[in-house]
């Protein structure tokens, strides 16, 4: 087979999993030697990340993805490049590539990374679920598509654990700032731990629509000298091997990478008892899972594995040795590949 020249498609101005997920994507296929042109928003954060890939970039003015304009740029954009695969991230992405690209000789992957699948994405040839769990929610909600699953990976950076914490403590979370991350229950329980006489640190990373609100908590609860909103935070990695504990507060996750992250950089993790981080957590083997949904159970999560420290760190030692690698670069481009071969076969 000649280089495979694969399209990748992100339609998202702002930072979060999802857009980083599309970056690893664009760095995994390079990695298996296919010619990848990632297409996003003119001024995206997707594409700023891509600055060191000028050729492998190609950007749309901003629009939504129902105005026509947008299908007719993306069919430019492929008609130039001649893409061999096109891969869409997300519902939005698949609304505009589906439309614009179906039948002119490229077969479609949908990425979904969450479960609010539109009906339009069972028209993709192959719809790809970022877990186990949003594959079986694809196959109830479209039972038509056929769906394979890829669970998600990123470029890790490895950091050795600290033998001793730090003083206050370090207590971290990171995710686009959204109700469903739970944040306002991490902010809660703060106070709550305030309340307890806990001398602490939270950094809350990200940004998103609920940024404002989270800040308001924040001093309405006395803890304008406890918590720090430090915004988008990119690479990860060394924000989280900073920390002493970090937090995922969720009340829903498809399936929870910046755990994933956390765990590589050493750091033990206390984290919602969800699908996503229960998966990844071995149910409590590689780190704290607490009630969903419940800031009292967060904060009392928090306080257990901070009285436990030494045993929480060996558990994220533990993670690092037994399950960490599965989630790196190297081995979700093995996944994806395998997944995506059987498309570039067709075509």
Excluded at 298 to 305: C, D
Aim: aromatic share 6%; proline share 7%.
């Amino acid at each position: 087979m000649s280089v495979p020249r694969i399209l990748n498609l992100m339609l998202a101005a702002t930072p979060g999993g999802l857009e980083a997920m599309a970056l690893n994507y664009h760095r995994a296929l390079e990695s298996k030697g296919a010619d990848v042109l990632s297409v996003g928003l003119e001024g995206s954060w997707f594409g700023g990340a891509l600055g060191d890939r000028p050729a492998g970039f190609a950007s749309i003015k901003p629009a939504s993805p129902l105005d026509p304009r947008t299908g007719w740029r993306l069919r430019r954009i492929a008609k130039a490049f001649a893409p061999d695969l096109v891969v869409a991230h997300g519902s939005r992405g698949a609304a505009v590539a589906i439309p614009a690209l179906k039948g002119r000789g490229a077969p479609i992957a949908v990425v979904m990374h969450n479960f609010r699948a539109r009906p339009i994405v069972a028209r993709a040839d192959l719809v790809i679920g970022v877990s186990a769990v949003v594959a079986a929610d694809l196959r109830a909600r479209l039972p038509a598509a056929r769906v394979g699953a890829v669970d998600n990976f990123a470029p890790l950076m490895r950091a050795a654990p600290r033998s001793e914490p730090h003083d206050p403590l370090r207590l971290g979370s990171l995710g686009r700032l959204h109700p469903e991350k739970g944040f306002d229950l991490l902010v809660e329980a703060a106070g709550l731990l305030l309340l307890r006489g806990r001398s602490f640190r939270l950094a809350i990373a990200g940004d998103g629509p609920a940024a404002g609100d989270l800040t308001a908590q924040a001093e309405r609860l006395g803890l304008g000298g406890q918590v720090d909103f430090p915004g988008w935070t990119s690479p990860a990695g060394p924000f989280l091997a900073g920390l002493d504990l970090f937090v995922c507060s969720s009340r829903t996750e498809s399936f929870g990478l910046v755990v994933v992250e956390a765990l590589a950089a050493g750091t033990p993790v206390a984290a919602t008892d969800i699908e996503g981080p229960r998966d990844i957590l071995a149910r409590g083997r590689y780190g704290r899972l607490v009630a969903p949904d419940s800031a009292e159970a967060l904060a009392n999560g928090i306080a257990a594995a901070l009285d436990d420290w030494p045993g929480a760190l060996a558990a994220a030692r533990l993670a690092e040795a037994e399950a960490v690698d599965a989630y790196d670069l190297p081995a979700g481009a093995e996944r994806l590949w395998a997944a995506l071969t059987p498309l570039l076969s067709a075509g």
